[in-house]
C-alpha cells in the first residue's frame, strides 16, 4: 500500500556568503521539510549549481540539529579547558533561556559601561553574513551604546579601500560586469575567482570575448585558463604596474585628451614613470619583458576592464600598490565607456538604493555622544591590534563577537588566544555553530541560519539586488542576529524606535524608499532585480568625488596623511636568506572560516599542507607529503609538503580558513601572521609574512 504522494514546494532565496557570486538558490521541501538546497536553475548567476562547499553545507550542517547552536549557552566552567559531558557536548557551558541570557548579558554589560565606560566593549564582526539585515543592522546596538568597532575591513581590505579614495573619491563603484560584452580586455590582478568568485570563474570570464589577463604570483585554475598569465613575485605589484604605464607612455598610447580633461597631477606623475627602467622592473617582477609589453598594449588600445582583486593588496605597501595598479584606467582612458572600467567592490548600497544610514542606525551614534558628553564617536581600532587591545585590560573589559570567528581568522593567534582566555574578559559570541572564539565566550547565542528569516543580499560583484527569504523556522531556539541585537537593546533600556522596528518594516522600508518601485515581497517573487536595468557605464558623468573632481593621480590628501603624493615604484626586497614569502590565499573549499566545520569538506581537505616550489622543497631535503615545520618569530606549525611548480620560487603557500580545533597543533596559519600592517588604513599585511621551512620528518 503507498501513502499519499510527498507535498512538494520549490522556493527560491539568495546565498548571503561574503564571495563575489551571491547565488540564487532553489530550496526543494516534501511535506514541509527541506529536501535540497540547489542553485537556481533560473537564476543569471547560479544557472543552477552552487559552489561544491555551499552545496556540501547547505544539505547538512546547515540543516543539522547535531552540529547547530540550537540553544543559548552560558559558562559554566573556567576559560580554556575543554571538557566533554558524557555526551560529548561541551562541558563547559550549560544551556540557559533567551531571557536569562539577555538579562544577564544586559546587567553585564550596562555594569561595564557604569565602571569603565562603553569604549571599553568591544565590537569585532565580519561578513559572516552579508545580507542586509543580519550583516548590517545590528550596528544600531553597537552605535547606541558607544562601543568600539574592531574595524571590519582592516582584516581585509582596507588598504585598497584608502588607496582608491585618493585617486577616485570611491573604492565601492565599480564596473558594472555585464559590459564584459564590450571588452577587449579583461585583467584580473590579484584576485582568484575560482575560489572566491566560481562562477564568475566558469561563466563570466569563459563567455567574455576579450582577451584574459591573470596577475597572480600562483598559477590558479583561473590563471592557467587565461590568455595570458603573468605571474609575479609577490610584493612587485607596484613595479608592474609601472612598467605597464612605462610601456603605455614610451608607445604614445597615453589617452591625452581623456587626462587632460578628468586627470589632476598628471604633470607630477609623468616623470615618475618616465624614469622608470623597465628591464630592472621586469626583473623584480619576475614576469619577461615581451609579455608586459604585450599586455601593456591590449589593455590601453582596450576597452579594457581591470578587476582589481583584495589579494594583492594584503602586503606592507599595499595601499601603494592599489594606487598604482589604479592609475592604469585614469590613463589609458579606459573609464565611461562600454567595456571599460575598474572593480574593487560593488559596495555602495546607495547605487542599489538602500538607505544604509537608516539600516545602520548612524544618527545613534550620534545620539550617544550627546549623552555622553563625548567630543567624538568612539574610534575604531584594526584587528591587527585586536590582540593588544585585549591583553590591556583598561580597554577592553568586553568583547562582542558575532558574523567572525576571530580566532581562526585574525592574527597573533596565540597572543589572541590567551588574551580571549582573560577571566575578567567578558566574551559574547552569537553564530551557528560552537567555533573556535564561541569556545572562549561567556555566553554563546544561536544565530538563524540564512535559510531562516527574510534578508536582503546586495551583492558586490554584480549590479543586483536578491531576497534572501524565508524557507524554514529557525533551528531550536535560534533567532536572527538582528533580533538577538534588538532584543538586547530593550534589556539595555534603550528607548529608540530602532529596538521595536520589526524585520519586515524594516525591509518594507528600505525598499519603499530605494526608489525602484518594488516591495519586499515583489523582489521574493523575482528572487532578483538588476539595478540599474540596463548596464552602467562606470564614471560616465567624469564626476569624481575628490578635492578636485577629478582623478587625483597626486593626492595632497595623501601627502596630508604622510604618504607621496603620487604612488610609487616601489617593490618588496626579496624574502632574507633562508626565508620563503609565505601566501594563505582562499582555498576553493573554504571562505574565510566559514565551513572549517563541515565534515565532508574536512575529509576532502585533508592535513592542512603547504605548498612548495620544487627548488625550494629540494633545498630544505623535503619531498611530497613530508612534514614541515613552518616558523617565524610569531608561531609554528607543521604542515604538510605539496611540491608544486604553480608557484614561483622563493613563496610558499599555505591556505586560510582551517579551524584551530581541526589540528592537533591547536592552530591555523594565522599563527605565523604577527600582524604587521599595511601601510594605509591600518590594513592586513598578511601576504608579507615571511617563514623559514624546515624538514620535520620522513
Ligand atoms: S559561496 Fe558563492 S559560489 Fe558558493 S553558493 Fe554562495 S554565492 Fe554561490
Known amino acids: 500500500m503507498t501513502g499519499p504522494a510527498p507535498r512538494e514546494q520549490v522556493l527560491t532565496t539568495t546565498c548571503p556568503r561574503d564571495c563575489y557570486d551571491s547565488c540564487g538558490i532553489t530550496v526543494i521541501k516534501r511535506d514541509g521539510v527541506i529536501s535540497a538546497v540547489r542553485g537556481d536553475p533560473h537564476h543569471p548567476v547560479s544557472r543552477g549549481a552552487l559552489c561544491g562547499k555551499c552545496s556540501t553545507a547547505y544539505n547538512r550542517e546547515w540543516l543539522d540539529p547535531r552540529r547547530r547552536l540550537m540553544e543559548p549557552l552560558k559558562r559554566v566552567r573556567p576559560k580554556g579547558r575543554r571538557e566533554r559531558d558524557p555526551d560529548g557536548d561541551d562541558a563547559c557551558f550549560e544551556p540557559v533561556s533567551w531571557d536569562t541570557a539577555i538579562a544577564e548579558i544586559a546587567e553585564r554589560l550596562g555594569s561595564i559601561v557604569g565602571s569603565h565606560g562603553p569604549q571599553s566593549i568591544l565590537n569585532a564582526h565580519y561578513t559572516g553574513t552579508i545580507s542586509l539585515l543580519a550583516g548590517v543592522a545590528p550596528m544600531r546596538f553597537f552605535n ?18 584608502v588607496a582608491l579614495r585618493y585617486l577616485y573619491g570611491t573604492s565601492v563603484d565599480g564596473f558594472d560586469p555585464r559590459t564584459a560584452k564590450d571588452a577587449a580586455c579583461i585583467v584580473v590582478w590579484g584576485a582568484n575567482p575560482h575560489a572566491s568568485a566560481p562562477h564568475a570563474h566558469d561563466h563570466w570570464l569563459p563567455e567574455a570575448p576579450g582577451k584574459i589577463v591573470v596577475v597572480d604570483p600562483i598559477r590558479t585554475p583561473t590563471a592557467a585558463r587565461a590568455d595570458i598569465h603573468l605571474q609575479t613575485f609577490p610584493g612587485s605589484d607596484a613595479a608592474l604596474a609601472f612598467a605597464l604605464l612605462y610601456v603605455i607612455h614610451r608607445d604614445g598610447l597615453i589617452d591625452e585628451p581623456y587626462v587632460a580633461r578628468f586627470v589632476h597631477g598628471w604633470e607630477e606623475l609623468k616623470p615618475v614613470i618616465a624614469a622608470c627602467d623597465l628591464d630592472r622592473l621586469g626583473a623584480v617582477t619576475g614576469v619577461p619583458l615581451p609579455l608586459i609589453e604585450e599586455v601593456a598594449h591590449l589593455y590601453a588600445e582596450g576597452p579594457s576592464l581591470l578587476w582589481l582583486g583584495q589579494g594583492f593588496q594584503r602586503q606592507t605597501t599595499g595601499g601603494n600598490v592599489m594606487r598604482a595598479c589604479a592609475l592604469l584606467p585614469a590613463l589609458t582612458g579606459n573609464l565611461g565607456k562600454p567595456g571599460a572600467g575598474f572593480l574593487y567592490l560593488n559596495g555602495n548600497l546607495s547605487q542599489r538604493g538602500m538607505d544604509e544610514a537608516y539600516l545602520s542606525g548612524a544618527h545613534l551614534a550620534e545620539a550617544w555622544r550627546r549623552d555622553a558628553g563625548a567630543a567624538a564617536a568612539p574610534s575604531a581600532v584594526s584587528h591587527m591590534d585586536l590582540a593588544d587591545v585585549l591583553e590591556d585590560r583598561q580597554r577592553s573589559q568586553a568583547l562582542f563577537v558575532w558574523n567572525m570567528n576571530p580566532l581562526g581568522s585574525c592574527p597573533n593567534q596565540e597572543r589572541l588566544r590567551r588574551a580571549l582566555q582573560r577571566d575578567d574578559l567578558f566574551m559574547v559570541a552569537a553564530d551557528l555553530f560552537r567555533t573556535d572564539s564561541t569556545a572562549l565566550a561567556d555566553y554563546v547565542l544561536p544565530a538563524a541560519s540564512f535559510l531562516e528569516f527574510d534578508d536582503i543580499v546586495a551583492p558586490y560583484f554584480n549590479m543586483s539586488l536578491s531576497a534572501q527569504a524565508k524557507v524554514m523556522e529557525p533551528m531550536g531556539h535560534s533567532l536572527p542576529n538582528l533580533e538577538i541585537f534588538r532584543r538586547l537593546g530593550r534589556a539595555m533600556g534603550f528607548e529608540e524606535p530602532e529596538f521595536h522596528e520589526s524585520d519586515a518594516v524594516i525591509l518594507e522600508t528600505l525598499m519603499s524608499r530605494s526608489g525602484l518601485g518594488e516591495s519586499f515581497e515583489s523582489l521574493k517573487a523575482k528572487g532578483m532585480i538588476w539595478v540599474p536595468k540596463d548596464p552602467a557605464l562606470q564614471f560616465a558623468d567624469g564626476v569624481f568625488d575628490t578635492p578636485s573632481g577629478r582623478i587625483e593621480v597626486a593626492s595632497a590628501r595623501a601627502e596630508a596623511d604622510g604618504l607621496p603624493r603620487v604612488p610609487q615604484c616601489w617593490s618588496d626586497a626579496r624574502p632574507a636568506a633562508g626565508n620563503l614569502r609565505l601566501l594563505s590565499p582562499a ?17 576532502r581537505l585533508g592535513r592542512a599542507t603547504i605548498l612548495l616550489h620544487p627548488s625550494d622543497a629540494a633545498e630544505r631535503r623535503l619531498r611530497e607529503g613530508d612534514t614541515a ?28 580558513g582551517r579551524w584551530l580545533t581541526q589540528d592537533t597543533a591547536y592552530a591555523n596559519v594565522n599563527v605565523l601572521n604577527p600582524g604587521t600592517k599595511s601601510d594605509m588604513g591600518e590594513s592586513t599585511a598578511v601576504h608579507s609574512v615571511e617563514v623559514m621551512v624546515e624538514a620535520l620528518s620522513r
Not at 145 to 157: F, H, K, Q, R, Y
Not at 587 to 603: D, E, S
Not at 630 to 656: F, M, Q, T
Open 629 to 656: 615545520r613552518v616558523h617565524n618569530r610569531c608561531g609554528r606549525l607543521d604542515l604538510e609538503v605539496v611540491v608544486s611548480s604553480d608557484i614561483p620560487r622563493g613563496v610558499a603557500v599555505a591556505h586560510k
Open 144 to 161: 547606541r551604546l558607544g562601543a568600539v568597532e574592531v574595524a571590519p575591513d582592516t582584516i581585509c581590505n582596507m588598504a585598497g579601500h
Open 587 to 603: 582555498h576553493a573549499w573554504l571562505l574565510n572560516t566559514t565551513f572549517g566545520n563541515v565534515q565532508k569538506i574536512a575529509v
